[in-house]
């Protein structure tokens, strides 16, 4: 099982215009057993070793020199990609194509972390060449990837996912964390001006890919979005470590 972080954007609507990228913002956890403030893409790293997630890609813009000394500086271990051109998050995702190979991944964006202890486990632990999706319930799905659900002996199933829908089939939007196969490399449409991942998900799921999905509460989910809503990712994740303090 390999890693894989995408941390190429400029971090616009937060406000921060590339002077500092929104992976490279502290949040707090748990380090030795007392609170501690890492950057976002910390966390993620030290939650993927955590899970056993060893072989590591990040993808990073080329004039990002702060990302990649902190990266080579404190996980000399992970491989650095560098997306050269900004056409989407799709692209960005298949920079690690050759990384990738044959293994299953875990994709997490570098500005989103799941708040909870039994996601990506449930993730790195699913069957192989499987599909696992996080989902949280949102007031603007059409915002959002939104999934398909329909209901099967009595469980909610995810039958496909459609990008930003005029109509959402759902109020639940996809988190930017996901479990892939390989075979998604195959479906990226790499001819497009703006490559989209979600279309790319769709299609293998309705291909037959084991599908599986988590449906998380909202608050076990925190991006950096807009530059007003960082205080929420700075108190859910004192909340959180809090919780695991040893006295």
């Not at 972080?5 to 380090?31: F, N, W």
């Not at 995810?158 to 639940?172: C, D, L, M, Q, T």
């Not at 960082?230 to 040893?246: F, H, N, P, Q, S």
Request: aromatic share 8%; with cysteine; glycine share 6%.
């Amino acid at each position: 099982m390999k890693g894989l972080i995408t941390a190429a954007g400029l971090g616009t609507r937060s406000g921060l215009d590339g002077k500092l990228r929104k992976e490279m913002l502290p949040v707090y956890d748990i380090r030795n057993g007392k609170i501690a403030l890492r950057p976002i893409i910390d966390v993620i790293l030290t939650e993927f070793a955590r899970n056993d997630i060893e072989e590591v890609a990040v993808v990073v813009e080329p004039d990002d020199r702060w990302t990649m000394e902190y990266l080579e500086s404190n996980f000399p271990e992970a491989t650095l990609l560098l997306q050269e051109e900004r056409r989407g998050y799709g692209h960005a995702v298949l920079m690690a194509k050759d990384f990738i190979g044959t293994d299953d991944f875990i994709l997490n964006a570098g500005d989103g972390l799941v708040l909870n202890d039994y996601t990506i486990k449930n993730m790195v632990s699913a069957s192989e060449s499987s599909i696992y999706l996080a989902l949280i319930p949102v007031p603007n799905p059409e915002n959002y990837g939104c999934p398909v659900i329909a209901r099967e002996n009595g469980n909610l199933v995810v039958k496909g996912v459609i990008e930003k829908p005029r109509n959402p089939p759902s109020n639940f939007a996809l988190c930017a964390l996901y479990r892939l196969t390989p075979k998604i490399f195959n479906e990226i449409d790499a001819s497009s001006e703006n490559i989209e991942l979600t279309p790319a998900i769709d299609r293998v799921i309705r291909k037959g890919s084991p599908i599986f999905s988590d449906f998380l509460e909202r608050k076990e989910w925190v991006s950096v979005g807009k530059a007003e809503s960082y205080v929420d990712v700075l108190m859910a994740t004192l909340e959180k470590a809090r919780g695991k303090v040893i006295s």
